[in-house]
């Protein structure tokens, strides 16, 4: 009988984490065909739920738990998670019930109809202010035009793999780590499901829009180097813009006697490139902290405890 582990990050989830492994053991007592492990993954959480998670490991042999020494963030929970999976197939999924475990059965289906991964797109957002679905559209359009990998709109980390595609995945062992690009770019062929936005009916986010703003940043600049050309360009078309604007200035004062006030356009020519230089550092600078996180090779988390016997390592 095939095997499958459903791996769960968690932070600060005390308020939902037995009931998210209540609906979930109840969707799949109804799967005979696989046997199933869960795998939870507390990113250093500051509440009881690693103490729950232990409850739910005394009641249940098939529920294992890795605990982070503090909090490494979602990314590493999830690579984690994978590092530690050794079933024929792995899912991932939130704790939080905003992917719904009924989905499963089907992605299971898609699976064994010889897809090699079955993920979820979330088709309408509920509960949250227009400017952020704005934000999220134009984000999945521009990522899209800038890398080399097309990410689905509504794109979640919900989705069953088979072992082939997690092995590939955890041998990206990047540390700073966009996994919506990573599962694209590795290939494989996959089957999207779409699902309605289900309404978070206890706990809060733990994304703010700054966190999410900062993430989409890292997605692109792991994937594209477009940004860099981008800034080669606008400094090309800017030193031209430059030369043509000296030349004229240079013919109008000297050819024709046309006095040129200086104040204004120096102003203006100030307030633009100090802008522009602003820019290209900044981008220069995502780049450059990408590069000096990876060489100072440090590990992706540091764990601090586990139930599962064989611990492998982290990179």
Not at 37 to 43: E, L, N, P
Not at 149 to 161: K, P, S, T, W
Not at 252 to 265: A, D, K, L, Q, W
Request: hydrophobic share 40%; proline share 3%.
């Amino acid at each position: 009988m095939e095997s499958i582990d459903i791996i769960v990050p968690c932070y600060n989830e005390e308020e939902v984490i037995k009931v998210f492994y209540k609906e979930t053991k109840k969707v799949l007592n109804n799967i005979s065909t696989y046997t199933f492990r869960f795998i939870f993954i507390d990113d250093g959480s500051g509440d009881r739920t690693l103490e729950y998670i232990k409850d739910l490991a005394k009641e249940d042999s098939e529920v294992k738990y890795l605990s982070f020494s503090r909090n490494f963030g979602k990314e590493a929970g999830m690579y984690a998670g994978l590092k530690h999976s050794t079933a024929d197939y792995a899912v991932i999924m939130d704790a939080d019930l905003q992917h719904p475990p009924e989905l499963l059965p089907k992605m299971i289906e898609e699976i064994r109809n010889g897809h090699d991964c079955c993920a979820a797109r979330r088709v309408k957002r509920r509960g949250n202010e227009p400017f952020r679905n704005l934000f999220s559209k134009a984000y999945y359009k521009i990522s899209n035009k800038l890398t080399n990998v097309e990410l689905v709109q509504g794109a979640v980390d919900y989705r069953i793999m088979t072992r082939q595609m997690v092995e590939a995945v955890i041998e990206l062992s990047e540390v700073q780590r966009f996994s919506k690009g990573i599962f694209e770019w590795v290939g494989f062929d996959t089957k999207w499901i779409s699902y309605k936005d289900v309404d978070r009916t206890i706990g809060k986010t733990k994304w703010s829009f700054f966190g999410l703003f900062k993430y989409g940043i890292g997605g692109i600049t792991a994937f594209s180097v477009v940004p860099l050309q981008i800034v080669t360009v606008m400094g090309f078309l800017i030193s031209l813009f430059a030369f043509f604007y000296i030349a004229i200035t240079l013919v109008r004062t000297f050819i024709y006697g046309i006095e040129v006030p200086g104040y204004v356009t120096t102003l203006s020519a100030v307030l633009f490139l100090g802008g522009i230089i602003e820019l290209s550092i900044g981008i220069l600078g995502e780049y450059i902290a990408q590069i000096y996180m990876e060489a100072k090779d440090r590990p992706i988390y540091i764990l601090k405890q586990t139930n599962i016997k064989q611990v492998k390592k982290t990179k």
